[in-house]
């Protein structure tokens, strides 16, 4: 199964060490987590040789051949609603997670779209609910 996994880039990193384990954690549950890059930390590096474009293109791609969306929405990201967006309207089931400890944007804690999930985690709570997500969408 193929999951698409989104987080904050270029509005900041401070949740990139949460964001690798969930990574690892989806991995080592054997799913193909298909932006597994982004949680490096050359990621600037490894993504200045492509276009804008191509980094749309490429990711939207990506959400439309993906089973799933897993989104750690708790550093605020315009790219990562506008795939959360894009993924909802092509009917793919989106887990947000995001810290106990933050006010998360009403625009994703007051949406009522089917399919999408929102849960607030602290410490490694997120676990149990990619657990619950991903049951809940391979039954």
């Known amino acids: 199964m193929n999951i698409y996994f989104c987080c904050s880039i270029t509005g900041g990193r401070k949740y990139l060490s949460t964001n690798k384990k969930i990574v690892t954690f989806l991995k080592n549950l054997d799913y193909n987590v298909l932006t597994e890059h982004i949680v490096t930390t050359d990621i600037f590096n490894i993504e200045k040789q492509y276009t804008a474009e191509y980094i749309f293109e490429r990711d939207i ?9 897993i989104a750690e929405v708790s550093n605020p990201s315009l790219g990562v609603g506008y795939e959360i967006c894009h993924a909802l309207n092509k009917g793919k089931p989106v887990l947000c997670l995001y810290d106990k400890d933050i006010f998360l944007s ?9 399919g999408i999930i929102v849960k607030a985690y602290s410490d490694s709570e997120w676990q149990e609910h ?5 049951k809940k969408i391979n039954t």
């Open 130 to 134: 990619i657990e619950n997500f991903l």
């Open 106 to 114: 009403r625009m994703i804690s007051g949406n009522t779209k089917p």
């Open 61 to 69: 791609k990506w959400i439309d051949e993906c089973h799933a969306v």
